[in-house]
């Protein structure tokens, strides 16, 4: 490994696997960069290994598992959306193989805080409905992606056709069970890519909102990269180059 070589682990968010990291990761690896998308249990290509119970801890379970077997160390660790739950859950537990926690339009959560609680009790009770009326009891469906893609530039059919094809229902556990730390992860340095929210927004929640704390305390950058939430689908290039950048 040359001295300009870093070691990336992505993890993406909800009901997504390894291939909604495509474009990025191509990029990435044609600058000499070692690149590895994940696909989290039950997501993906390991779509089958869903589970009623299948929880967050499994999910960080993967990423440390990952670390550990393909010996990585001085990784930048990236999570998107629900990813950063789970980045930031590996790195609590292996943080001596963690040089950088990237953040993509997301943070890390308090600890003994739930994904699913993250958007407030409203939002949590329409969701949990969903999940016992069409998931089964134990899933929550996708988005419409052609809905929330609509009007947003860089995102053509085939992009929707993509994460239509490359999404699964997202197994519940995984966003109710509470985030647990050791604080551990506070020790490294951290990149935050605002993406639907711009870092003056950002420092007018953090004082009202205890979700966002940890967004403004510590060793944090920050970068903006204004698109949709998924900025992989709608500027992949723009975000390896941050990507890239951040290893400097």
Request: hydrophobic letters at 45%.
């Amino acid at each position: 490994m040359t001295n300009n070589t870093t070691n990336y682990v992505l993890v993406p968010g909800f009901w997504l696997g390894a291939s909604v990291w495509r474009p990025v990761a191509d990029a990435l690896s044609e600058r000499g960069h070692v690149v590895h998308a994940v696909d989290l249990s039950g997501m993906g290509e390991r779509a089958h290994l869903a589970s009623p119970e299948t929880d967050l801890t499994t999910h960080i379970d993967d990423v440390v598992h990952l670390l550990e077997q393909q010996n990585l160390h001085d990784v930048v660790l990236v999570g998107h959306s629900y990813g950063a739950l789970v980045t930031t859950g590996a790195a609590d537990r292996v943080p001596e193989r963690v040089a950088r926690l990237v953040y993509i339009d997301s943070g890390p959560l308090p600890d003994g805080m739930a994904q699913a609680d993250f958007e407030g009790p409203e939002a949590r009770a329409a969701n949990d409905e969903l999940v016992m009326t069409q998931g089964q009891g134990w899933k929550l469906a996708p988005p419409p992606w052609s809905v929330l893609a609509a009007d947003v530039a860089g995102v053509d059919d085939t992009a929707v056709a993509a994460l239509v094809e490359g999404s699964q229902p997202q197994p519940w556990l995984t966003a109710t069970q509470p985030v647990a730390l050791t604080g551990a992860w506070e020790r490294l340095p951290r990149t935050g890519v605002l993406c639907s929210f711009s870092l003056e927004q950002l420092q007018q929640m953090a004082p009202h909102a205890p979700v966002f704390a940890h967004m403004v305390d510590g060793d944090w950058t920050y970068v903006e990269l204004p698109t949709w939430h998924w900025p992989m689908i709608s500027r992949p290039a723009e975000l390896a180059m941050v990507l890239d950048s951040v290893s400097r």
